[in-house]
Every structure is written in C-alpha cells, then in structure tokens.
C-alpha cells in the first residue's frame, strides 16, 4: 500500500501488528478514528497505554487485577476454601460471566507443553502448592483444556499433592446445552455415556 | 463480560468501539497488548494520538497530509493538470497502490446522496470547480463507485463545467482481469459488449 501521509502509515502499520488485524482492516480501523474527535482518539490513546502501564497481576491468583489483590481474592463473599484451576486471564473472565462460581481462581499461565518448552517452572504451579498448603485449601477444581498437555498438567498437580487433605476435581465433560448429538465428536459422545448422570440431578438444575 | 480489572475493562470498552470489532475480539487484542512489552504499548498509543493530533488535510486536494500540501501535490513529477475525483482517502491509496497514475486526486469526501442528507455543499465540490478555473486543468477523471449516487455526482459536476475547456472522463468498467464471465453480472458484462475495444490496444498493455 501507499500513502501519502507517514503519520497515517504509522498508524495503520501499528494496528496491523495486533494479532488477526492485516493492512487493510488496520487501514478501516485508522481512517474510523480519523472521522472521530480528537479527545475520543485521546481518550483511546490514554486508556491502552494506562491499562498496561498500571494493570498488576494479582499476587495470591495471578489474575489481572487493579491493586496487590485481585477484586475475586479480596471479596470475603468468595468461597476463599475453594480454588478453580485455569490457564489464562480469559478463562476467569469466562467462568465470571456464568455468575456460577463462588470460589477462587488460580492462573496458571498456560499448561505443561514440553515441546513448547513450557514445564512445571514457567507455570505458577509452585505458588499454588504453597497456596493450597498455607491456606489449608478444601477443593481444587480443574478447568483446563481437555487436551493431554491440560491432562499432563492435572497429573503432575495432583501427584504433587499426594497426602495433602484437598479434594480434587476437574468441570463436566459432556454435549453442549443445544449441541446436536450427530455432530458431537466420538470422545465426547463416549465419555457423555459412561459419565452418565441421575435423571434427578440433571432436572434440579 | 465480568472483568476483575477495570483497567481492562476500559481498554476492551475502547477496542470494542471500533467498527467490526466485538467485545471477544477486543479482549483479544487487549490480552495481546497485556504480553507485549510496556514500551511497545507505549508506542501504539502514541502514534495512534500523534496521528489524529497532527494529521492535515490537504488544502489543494482534501487528501491526507502530513503538511499544508500532501505528498502528491506537492510532487513536480506529477501531472498537475490531471486531476482524478475519488470519493475518499482510501480510494487514494489503492490508486496510488497500482503506480499507474501520474497526475493527481481530488477527495470529495463522499458522493451526492439525498436520502443520507449529502448535497453538494457537504462535499469539496466548490473547491473543485475553482481548482479546475484556477489551475487550468486539462482532463478529470472521475473514479467514483458505479452506483446511482456516482452517477448523479458526475453528472452535477459535469453540468457545473458546460463551457469549460476539460475533458471529462471515467475509469473503465468491465470484467475484471482473471474475471470468470460466468460470474460476472448481467450490466457489467452487457455495458463491455458495449464498450469493447481494439484487440491491438487490449495487447498493447
């Protein structure tokens, strides 16, 4: 492409560097804010580099959070005792949405990938240990990708917990609400029959 | 979305007021920008700031600029008694994409559309005829979308220069080259029946 402006170029070849973003839509992207007021693109501005300036990472969970501690971890209405396992920032927000869970987060960071080079080390896997053990965690609920570096990933935790007075779990595996049987995956399908439930707790919920 | 941050709130409030960006996509690219480096971040929100901040428009041609006179008009190589009428800014950069054009452009800022309350004073149409009395121009032509409202544009400018000794054209139209006829539509291959040309010229490209 060429323009004839660098300050436009610059800008379009800044959006385009975000992932999915390619020239032309950073080219629609930078021409929408040239429309816009100026303070509104300020304010855009101001927001980016405010947020990644003063975003902390949660000291207990390892979630994004605003302060030392997370608005989850510092909410006494929180079950403190009970502890959902995830990989990423994304999945906290997802589980959030549901407005099902009451407990606690744990952020990973990602799961055990040796050949990504990602081992127990680069994960928050021994704070967790120590969190469990110091603050006599009840339950430990896993929800992790069903994938077998999310499995390895729950293996390792849970040998390491030998002993230790925690129940461990990990979410339902099953068809969707709405999912279609015939498009299902086998796996899925299979493990849905043997992991079959009571009629009486499907229908109280 | 129940976010445990309201810095990233904000941030994904702000990505999510761009035109074809949703609320997932923009936790995407703020999670993005989460990973980066601060300096880099830094860097994307200044030059999106900068651009809106200094950014002109051409005071000859109404193309973006990064001085009083763009990059085109600016420019003694260029052709200055051409003149090519485009709706906007990015029509300007695919023209300029192709590097078959030598003269120069006028944006016009859109077409003339009753119905979505666009006259020709919305428009930089009186800039135009001026520029044409003032700067003797030899030859317009006009690249605007073939639709009604393009239509009626030229026709409005064409009648405001009755008299005038410039010639007046349109870029082609017809199928496009690696075009299946098939599924080309019934005007656009009925007007190049119409408007077919000597094989000698075809060739001769």
Redesign the interface.
Known sequence: ????????E??VN??S?????GKK?A????????K?D?KE???????????????KFCQRCH????GDI???CANSMRRQELICVVE???D??AI??T?QFSGTYHVLGGVISPLDGIGPDQLTIAALLQRIEKEKTEELIFALSPTIQGDTTIYYIQKKLTGKQVRITTIARGIAFGGELEYADELTLGRSLQNRMPVEKYMNH
Chains 1, 2 share one sequence.
Do not use: W, Y
Request: proline share 3%; aromatic share 6%.
């Open positions: 492409m060429q323009f004839s402006s660098a300050l436009l610059n800008a800044e959006f560097r975000l992932p999915g973003i839509t080219l629609r992207l930078v021409l929408h804010l040239l816009q100026p693109v300020e304010r855009f501005s101001e927001v980016i580099a405010k947020m990644r300036q003063e975003i979630n994004v959070s605003d997370c608005s989850v990423s920032i994304r906290v927000i959030e949405s407005q």
